[in-house]
């Protein structure tokens, strides 16, 4: 998995709209909050996208934008957004090539896909990695920090 310093790798992800979406262009705009997360729709996933939700002009006011990423396509993030009024992107990863790129894997006996979520700074840098497949909305607490403490410095 990457970790603190590593640059974050040169992938490509399909946007709500079906174009093709490069992570490092999300992140040279402002702090990136990336959050990969096993399904749509599902108990843990759902907590911690409305905890991301519920923080989301918290993280907007700290300068940074959040975007989850799971392997469900269009459509079900589409319905998801919808159903639970998410202000974020969410964007499709269905070969998985993203997942397997910043390293994270999959838990419960490799059939679970993880939920790990990276701040990333301007320059493309992880600035923190935080990985609990259980502790799920503690990833919004993490993150947002992590934000703060780098428009502090």
Do not use: W
Not at 78 to 85: G, I, L, M, S, T
Not at 124 to 130: D, E, I, L, S, T
């Amino acid at each position: 998995m990457l970790k603190n310093g590593d640059t974050i790798p040169d992938v490509t992800l399909e946007g709500p709209d079906g174009e093709p979406v490069k992570v490092r262009d999300l992140a040279s705009a402002r702090a990136l909050v990336l959050y990969f997360y096993p399904k749509d729709d599902t108990p843990g996933c759902t907590a911690e996208a409305c905890s991301f939700r519920d923080h989301y002009q918290d993280f907007t006011d700290a300068g940074a934008d959040v975007v989850g990423v799971s392997s469900d396509g269009r459509d079900s993030h589409a319905r998801f957004v919808e159903r639970h009024k998410l202000p974020f992107t969410l964007l499709s990863d269905p070969s998985g090539a993203a997942r397997k790129a910043f390293g994270v894997k999959a838990s419960f006996l490799g059939l679970v896909p993880g939920r790990v979520t990276f701040v990333i700074d301007r320059a493309g840098k992880v600035r923190h990695a935080f990985d609990s497949q259980i502790r799920a909305t503690a990833h919004v607490s993490e993150a947002l920090r992590v934000v703060r403490e780098i428009q502090s410095a």
